[in-house]
């Protein structure tokens, strides 16, 4: 088994910058990639970043230029830095996790989750 734990989040003004973390523990030998989501509220869940162990990197239209994933080597932390934030990035995020090579957005490609950190960004 594998869990994941975010943390970073908290309260920023229209224009900061917050540092998410995902550490994972337990079986984390066999993980080979990692993502972000968000979901705010009222609305889905949206994929926003994914980075696997071969270092490729995929990113969602809507944080392209803002947000950067970034992870250890030996896939204990993931990161997601987040620039330029606005009011709309207000949402619960989390991190997700596969034991395959997989960086798309579909949420079933991941079988690992953690529960989740709030980042409210005010105007």
């Known amino acids: 088994q594998v869990q994941l734990v975010e943390s970073g989040g908290g309260l920023v003004q229209a224009g900061g910058s917050l540092r998410l973390s995902c550490a994972a523990s337990g079986s984390i030998f066999s993980l080979r990639a990692t993502a972000w989501y968000r979901q705010a509220p009222g609305k889905q869940r949206e994929w926003l970043a994914s980075?696997?162990?071969?270092?490729?990197?995929n990113y969602a239209d809507a944080v392209k230029g803002r947000f950067t994933i970034a992870r250890d080597k030996a896939m204990n932390t993931a990161y997601l830095q987040m620039d330029s934030l606005k009011p709309d990035d207000t949402a619960v995020y989390y991190c997700a996790a596969a034991r395959t090579y997989y960086t798309g957005s579909d949420p079933g490609g991941y079988a690992y989750w953690g529960q989740g950190t709030q980042v409210t960004v005010s105007s």
């Open positions: 980075i696997s162990t071969a270092t490729a990197t």
